[in-house]
């Protein structure tokens, strides 16, 4: 289909891009990786009557760690993050995450920060920064305020922005030693939304019991979910096969899956009570050092 007419505007700053969506009065839409939004204009789902094009905006394309935490600017794509030693080094869940998204052409283009600030439940960005604790920093006509990702999603494709609101980075808090994160998931065919998926974050303490745990769902409710029962349930306890089936039962309880072509409600519930057992394995034994662990697909 040919999507309805609209306006395209090419700000180069972004007081400039944020004036313009504050002209529009919720009509405009940010256009940063164009990887969700086009197919949506495409199908008539999206119909907003300007485009503001970010793309020319010099100085958002950033991974870097600084101040005790990894910063991710707005115009950062998935590829970047593949790319990115420090990210490989030591934000594991997020390599996982970033190579289980689409395809290279897609990651080539989609940004990380677009990932998020589309609200979508499918999106395997929004769990990832739930598990690491991240916050979004958005910015808008009078001030910038940082969000956490956890207060972030309120519905489908709904998020707390306001449409004048730009998502110019992402804030994830360096993790402490003994940490270990993975992210799996699983779906049909490579290149596909998750069937379910699952992220894991955790800190173990010197006698390796759980000190931190941060536990998040992909696709298995109208928002990314945090499994806070199962976090809560591991805190001070050793991660040995009795605590892991508990806490992976109790995300599988906390997800609310529907069906679809991807499978039954009880199908992707027990699909998540699989993969958080196998990714808090993968956490803890990253978190004890052994890197030749792999994730990702399940
Ligand atoms: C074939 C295909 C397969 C895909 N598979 C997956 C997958 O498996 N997993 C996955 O996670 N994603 C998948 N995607 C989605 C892809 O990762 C998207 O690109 C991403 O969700 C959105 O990023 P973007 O930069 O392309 O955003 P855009 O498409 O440009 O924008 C998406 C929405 O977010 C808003 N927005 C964008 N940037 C900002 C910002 N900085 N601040 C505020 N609002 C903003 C836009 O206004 C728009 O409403 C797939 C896409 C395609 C085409």
């Known amino acids: 289909m040919i999507p309805s007419s ?3 505007v090419v700000p180069s700053t972004l007081d400039e891009a944020i004036a ?3 002209e529009h009065d919720g009509e405009a839409k940010i256009l940063s990786g164009g990887q969700s939004l086009i197919p949506m204009l495409k199908l008539r789902l999206a119909a907003p009557t300007v485009l503001v094009d970010i793309n020319r905006i010099p100085g958002l394309d950033y991974i870097e760690e600084r ?3 990894l910063h991710i600017g707005a115009l950062a794509r998935e590829r970047d993050l593949e790319h990115s030693a420090v990210v490989r080094a030591k934000y594991s869940i997020l390599y996982d995450t970033a190579c289980v998204i689409a395809d290279p052409l897609v990651r080539n283009t989609a940004t990380v920060c677009g990932n998020v600030a ?4 499918g999106n ?3 769990a990832t920064m739930i598990a690491l604790g991240a916050s979004f920093v958005a910015r808008g006509p009078n ?3 940082s969000i956490p990702a956890r207060e972030f999603f309120q519905g489908l494709f709904t998020t707390v922005l306001a449409p004048d609101e730009i998502v110019t ?3 994830v808090p360096a993790p402490p030693a003994r940490s270990g994160g993975a992210y799996l998931k699983l779906e049909r065919k490579v290149g596909d939304f998750a069937t379910a998926a699952v992220a894991v974050q955790i ?5 390796n019991r759980c000190a931190r745990a941060g536990i998040a769902l992909t696709n298995v409710g109208s928002i990314p979910i945090a499994a806070t029962a199962a976090e809560s349930f591991l805190i001070d306890k050793p991660l040995d096969d009795g605590t892991i089936a508990q806490a992976a039962q109790l995300a599988a309880d906390a997800a609310d899956p529907f069906e679809d072509r991807r499978g039954t409600a009880d199908y992707k519930r027990d699909v998540v009570r699989v993969l958080t057992a196998r990714a808090l394995r993968i956490a803890a034994a990253r978190a004890r050092g052994d890197v030749a662990t792999t994730a990702g697909r399940a």
Request: glycine share 12%; proline share 7%.
């Open 169 to 171: 980075e992402i804030v």
């Open 67 to 69: 101040d005790g935490a």
């Open 6 to 8: 609209f306006d395209y």
């Open 20 to 22: 313009v969506l504050g």
């Open 203 to 207: 800190t173990l303490d010197a006698q």
């Open 143 to 145: 001030a910038t305020r």
């Open 118 to 121: 589309h609200g979508d439940p």
């Open 124 to 126: 395997d960005h929004p």
